[in-house]
């Protein structure tokens, strides 16, 4: 396994790479790995010959520059992590490897996907983000890349994105990975409390109560029963019913839909999201 900081140099490997016939699998990350991103990486080894994982932490993507300066930088432990998994680290020496001389962004039209949940709350957020994973599509080149369905309005921004720029690119989403006691794996958890990081399980066991019970209530029956679960225990921002395909508000649980339910609140002042996804029968 290589780290490469240059992305010159990285582009001359997948050239390489791919002038042997190589498939090349890619993973983007910010660093901060947990079994959640191996588990993309290890899908990544099983479907192409060469994985590539980028260790970028994009200042565009964030809010608040607090989080940006928070965010942790644990390349070494990472690295240790990815040993016999990943063929190639591409860590950035400066931004200027991803971004150029400009940092300056691209808009693009998402059909609205990007106005609800995470849109509304993170502004800008989504642009950062298509913006640089654009651009390490365009530095990496990947056959296939792999992201987790923990963010999965991110996962259908990045399907809409490939197709404006037209990449290349099979964008495969991957199952959420969650501790034991469900909380979805995420390096911000890495920030709470033992006490907090055990509470913040409720997430998941009232979003199962929806899945479960969706036939016995309405959709505010079931929105303000699942609030009353976790209330006292997170700050909630939202937990909202939409459309998974069209991200659309649901009203009413029609047989055949595809439900998103999407969650994010606060616990030791930490800012947590999950979801989960289920067919109304």
């Known amino acids: 396994m290589e780290i490469l900081h240059i992305s010159n140099e990285l ?5 390489l790479e791919k002038q042997a016939g190589r498939s090349i699998g890619f993973v983007p990350t910010m660093g901060a790995l947990h079994k959640g991103h191996l588990s993309l990486v290890k899908k990544a080894k099983k479907a192409c010959d060469v994985v590539v994982v980028s260790i970028y932490v994009n200042p565009t993507q964030f809010n608040v520059k607090e989080d940006l300066d928070k965010y942790p930088r644990t390349l070494k432990e990472d690295a ?18 991803v971004y150029g001389d400009s940092m300056e962004l691209k808009e693009y039209d998402f059909d609205g996907l990007d106005q609800p949940l995470e849109g509304s709350f993170r502004p800008g957020h989504f642009k950062g983000m298509a913006n640089v994973v654009s651009k390490l599509f365009s530095i990496v080149q990947p056959d296939k890349a792999f992201f987790g369905l923990k963010d999965y309005q991110q996962f259908l ?21 969650r501790e034991s006691h469900g909380l979805a794996m995420s390096s911000r958890n890495e920030r709470l409390t033992p006490k907090g990081r055990e509470a913040a399980g409720i997430i998941f066991y009232a979003l199962n109560f929806v899945r479960k019970f969706y036939s016995n209530y309405s959709v505010e029956e079931l929105q ?31 047989k055949g839909v595809h439900v998103f339910l ?4 606060y616990i030791d002042e930490v800012r947590l999201i999950d979801n989960i996804r289920f067919e109304v029968e």
């Open 224 to 254: 303000t029963r699942a609030l009353f679960l976790i209330d006292g225990i997170l700050d909630v921002e939202y937990l909202e019913f939409r459309n998974a395909d069209t991200l659309e508000e649901i009203t009413e649980l029609k």
């Open 80 to 97: 240790k992590k990815l040993t016999g998994f990943a063929d190639l680290i591409f860590n950035p020496k400066t931004n200027e490897e």
């Open 11 to 15: 582009k001359a490997r997948i050239l």
């Open 157 to 177: 921004l990045v399907k809409k994105m490939v197709e404006i720029d037209n990449h290349p690119v099979d964008v495969i989403g991957c199952s959420i990975i």
């Open 262 to 265: 999407s969650f994010a609140g």
